[in-house]
Every structure is written in C-alpha cells, then in structure tokens.
C-alpha cells in the first residue's frame, strides 16, 4: 500500500488539500490521491483514522495517519519531518 493522501475533490490549485499536495509534490514524495465525500459526516475512512473529519489527511503504508492544520502539514513535509509522523 502507498501513501495516501486524502483530500477534497476540488482541483482549484488553492485552499488547504491544495496545499498540502504541492507540498508533496515539491518535495517528490511518492503518493496515491484518494477524493473523498464532501460530507463531513461521510468521510467515515477519515474520521476512523484521524478521529477528525478533517481533510487532508495522509494515510502511511503501514496504516498510520497525521492530520493538522495545511500550513503545518506543508511546513512539515517541506522540512523533511513528514516520514518522521509515521507510525
């Protein structure tokens, strides 16, 4: 399983799940996209992983999640630490 990160289905190149994927992908990291229910209330793989209903998220490969505000999520994987939120 790949690392993946769970995001809204808006492809505006703006907002929060925007953020966080361009993080990702300045910083070459290897990802599956997974859009998501719009619904809060739907987005039951979230809630269970996060406890939260909040996206974005990234699931790990050995089914772990981290989830925090987009601009520390970015700052995170721009610094290198996001491996460190692993597991």
Known sequence: MATKLHRCRNRARFGP???VQKALDDQHILYEVV???????????????TGQPLYPAVQFEDGSWYREE??????TIREGRLVSRAG
């Open 35 to 49: 859009f998501g229910p719009w619904r809060p209330k739907n987005r039951t793989a979230v809630i269970d992983g």
């Open 70 to 75: 987009s601009k520390e999520m970015a700052r």
């Open 17 to 19: 799940c925007w953020r």
